[in-house]
């Protein structure tokens, strides 16, 4: 996108926007969060890749005692089969980038979400039907898991550059810093909860890393945060994705409204246009170009 340049007098003199004082991180990371999550679109792409990552952070949490417990495998074989599946991402992130132009991202999303959810119903469905470690099947888990996550890697940072220009239609100015920021403030901050709480939820159970065998409700408990912990997440981001409607499409509408209002207009160019740029936003038009949302931070 183009930049407008910074404003130069006559004998050379720069006139920059003021610069704020620097504010602690903490501070500024709330900061940032309470504005960018006024920006509907953005709202919605968190909850995307939080469904996806997050639901990574438990598989992989107990992956591994899985392998050993439930399939009789070791931490060696446990790590063959995670080294086996990022090697399916790998390529899962080609497809992915022709199913996002192809589909779109939500689409795409609700599609990688089911390869992955698809893989960890194989590998619960083998142990509960006995298989061993060197089963088809877990290989079968492990790369529909595996192309499921790659896909889910890829997707949401596929539409994240596009959330700072919903964000200049509301506020007139860029930021685009704020929103990468929030993005791994928050993902750290879930990340954090989501292992610790995984393990706490173990242990409740019984489960004891350092034994040798678990008894049946620790095994129960194990096959359920991994099963259920990894799906509902995942099927939270599929729902929340039937509500994004931000691609290449409504992306084009939105940069041309934007350059509508840049030349001063106060109404929508079109009503199909406004629709577009409403849902995006979550703001009324009238309120649009900083005519009522809040004003973007300084700083940046």
Known sequence: MTRR?????????????????PRPGVVRALTDLRDTLRVRAFRLHLGMYLGGYVSQDIFNATFTFFVIFALGGSTAGASGLLGSMYVVQLFAVALAIRLVLAMGPARAYRLAAAAFALGVIVLLGGWR???????AWVWIGVGAAGLGRGMLNYIPWASYNYMADVDEIMTGRRRDGSFAGVMTFVRKATQAVAVAGAGLALEAGGFRA????????AMLVLALILGLGTILLLAAGALISRRFRLDV?????????IEHLRTGAATPSSPAARAIVEDLSGCDYARLWGRGSAPATQGR
Do not use: F, K
């Open 210 to 217: 350092t034994a040798s065998s678990q008894h049946g409700t």
């Open 5 to 21: 340049p910074t404003p130069v007098d006559a004998d050379g003199a720069v006139h920059a926007a003021p610069v704020a004082a």
């Open 129 to 135: 039907a006995g298989i061993a470690m060197g089963s």
């Open 249 to 257: 499409r409504t992306h084009q509408v939105l940069m041309a409204e």
